[in-house]
C-alpha cells in the first residue's frame, strides 16, 4: 500500500522561507503524479493552495509555490506570515481513479 | 461562484448505513472533465479519500473502503450522494465533498464546508 510522507511538523520565523515536502514510501514523485497541495486552518474546510504541481489556484498569493524537488513534490512559502499558521496536506494521484493525501504537515510561523 | 455543501446525519449507530447528500452550485457534473469527490478526516487526523464520480458516471473508490461504498449522481438536481455501510466508530470524522477537474489535474479544488458524523451507540 502506497503511502505519502510529510514532515509532521516544521517551524519558521516570520518573514522565512519554508519548503514542506511530500514523498512516496517507495519511488519518485513526479509531474505525471500531479501532486495538489492544501491548507487547513482548525475548524475549516482545506483550501486549494496548488495544483498539478506548480499551478497556483485562483487567489492564492504568489509567495506560494509549488515543484518537484529531488524524488519529492514540494510547496515552498517565501516571507512567511503569521496567518500561514496552519496545516498543509498534499494528495498524489497515483493513476486509475485513486488519490492518496499525506499525513499532513503542521507549520509554526514563530 | 462554486458552491458545494454536504448534508446528513450527525449521528449513526454502529452497523448501520450513512448516507450523505452533497449539493453543489456554480457548476455542472454533466460537463466533461468534471467530478465531484468525497474526503473525510477523523477528529485531529489527516485526510483520507473515499470516492469520486465523475460527469460521465465512471465511478472510482478508495481500494480500503470499496465494499462499503456507493457513490452516485443526480445531474439534474446537481447531488452527489455517498452511502457507507457497516458503520462503525472509527469511522467518526469530518466528511467533505469536492470537486475536480480532469483535463486541469485539478483535484479537489472546490471544497465544501463539511459536516461532522459521528458513530455511537
Known amino acids: 500500500q502506497t503511502v505519502v510522507t510529510q514532515e509532521p511538523s516544521f517551524s519558521v520565523s516570520p518573514g522565512g522561507t519554508v519548503t514542506l515536502t511530500c514523498g512516496l514510501s517507495?519511488?519518485?514523485?513526479?509531474?505525471?503524479?500531479?501532486p495538489s497541495w492544501y491548507q487547513q486552518t482548525p475548524g475549516q474546510a482545506p483550501r486549494t493552495l496548488i495544483y498539478?504541481?506548480?499551478a497556483r489556484s485562483s487567489g492564492v498569493p504568489d509567495r506560494f509555490s509549488g515543484s518537484i524537488l529531488g524524488n519529492k513534490a514540494a510547496l515552498t512559502i517565501t516571507g512567511a506570515q503569521a496567518d500561514d499558521e496552519s496545516d498543509y496536506y498534499c494528495?498524489?494521484?497515483?493513476?486509475?481513479?485513486?488519490?492518496?493525501f499525506g499525513g499532513g504537515t503542521k507549520l509554526t510561523v514563530l | 461562484q462554486i458552491t458545494l455543501k454536504e448534508s446528513g446525519p450527525t449521528l449513526v449507530k454502529p452497523t448501520q448505513t450513512l448516507t450523505l447528500t452533497c449539493t453543489f452550485s456554480?457548476?455542472?457534473?454533466?460537463?466533461?472533465?468534471?467530478?465531484v469527490g468525497w474526503i473525510r478526516q477523523p477528529p485531529g487526523k489527516a485526510l483520507e479519500y473515499l470516492a469520486l464520480?465523475?460527469?460521465?458516471?465512471?465511478?472510482r473508490y478508495s481500494p480500503s473502503l470499496k465494499s462499503r461504498l456507493t457513490i452516485t449522481k443526480d445531474t439534474s438536481r446537481n447531488q452527489v450522494v455517498l452511502t457507507m455501510t457497516n458503520m462503525d466508530p472509527v469511522d467518526t470524522a469530518t466528511y467533505y465533498c469536492?470537486?475536480?477537474?480532469?483535463?486541469?489535474?485539478?483535484?479537489?479544488?472546490?471544497w465544501g464546508q463539511g459536516t461532522l458524523v459521528t458513530v455511537s451507540s
Open positions: 464520480i465523475y460527469w460521465d458516471d465512471d465511478k
Open positions: 494528495v498524489i494521484y497515483m493513476g486509475s481513479g485513486l488519490w492518496v
Open positions: 456554480g457548476f455542472s457534473l454533466s460537463t466533461s472533465g468534471v467530478s
Open positions: 498539478n504541481t506548480n
Open positions: 517507495s519511488g519518485t514523485v513526479s509531474t505525471s503524479y500531479s
Open positions: 469536492a470537486r475536480s477537474i480532469l483535463g486541469m489535474r485539478l483535484w479537489f479544488g472546490n
